[in-house]
């Protein structure tokens, strides 16, 4: 193992609340209802437009201008991403180490790219990440491994060398469809049974068990 590729939302940080107030401001500035915080971790991970689809009443899709309300709920992020949103416990410390040992570290996330790249810079500014991707216009979303790819080419790395971490379906299908160890965490929105339905090798309790997969010591 040579590079540790991490998921964002739900694998380094727990950024439900915050996403949930941005998501609820717009609403409620459409007249809808809020909708409950325990609905988030099924909304989140296939990026920005499938999160507001899902938010909104199913009544109105056909309807609503999709672009328009996606745009009021990023504007609404930026005033909150960072109110209520942490790292989860033993992040910081399992990527220093990670990075002690010789690993190459990045980020690839669904997130829109710029907030990405502010999240990691703001709560991880020394985790040396090599690079930092969120979802970006001329690049497919995760499950399609072209930003696996990128990345790898940064890292000077080949897929087989690295492994994805991540809290979803989606993370784990992007690892297989890139040829990457798929390595699921059990801390995040998602649960246990969908990372192993969609292809997780790895599922780890806690951050620090990442450090297994290097030394294979536990």
């Known amino acids: 193992m040579k590079a540790f590729i991490f998921d964002l939302d739900g694998t380094l940080i727990d950024s439900l609340a915050d996403i949930a107030e941005a998501v609820n401001r717009m609403l409620i500035e459409r007249g809808y209802p809020r909708a409950p915080l325990t609905a988030f971790p099924r909304y989140i991970g296939d990026g920005v437009r499938p999160l507001v689809e899902r938010a909104l009443p199913p009544e109105v899709l056909a309807t609503e201008d999709i672009d328009a309300r996606v745009a009021e709920y990023q504007r609404h992020y930026n005033d909150v991403w960072k109110d209520a949103t942490v790292p989860y416990t033993g992040i910081r410390e399992t990527l220093s ?15 829109p790219d710029h907030f990405t790249k502010l999240c990691c810079s703001h709560f991880f500014p020394d985790a040396g990440f090599e690079a930092v991707f969120g979802a970006r216009s001329n690049v497919p979303r995760k499950p399609h491994p072209q930003g696996a790819f990128d990345i790898c080419e940064i890292l000077g790395v080949t897929p087989g060398e690295c492994a994805y971490v991540g809290d979803s379906g989606i993370d784990m299908e992007l690892a297989v469809n890139a040829g990457m160890l798929p390595v699921g965490v059990r801390w995040g929105f998602r649960g246990e049974a969908e990372l192993k339905a969609k292809g997780a090798r790895e599922i780890v309790a806690h951050p620090d068990d990442l450090i297994c997969l290097v030394t294979g010591v536990c």
Request: net charge positive.
């Open 97 to 111: 180490d990670l990075k002690e040992r010789g690993m190459k570290l990045a980020v690839l996330s669904n997130k």
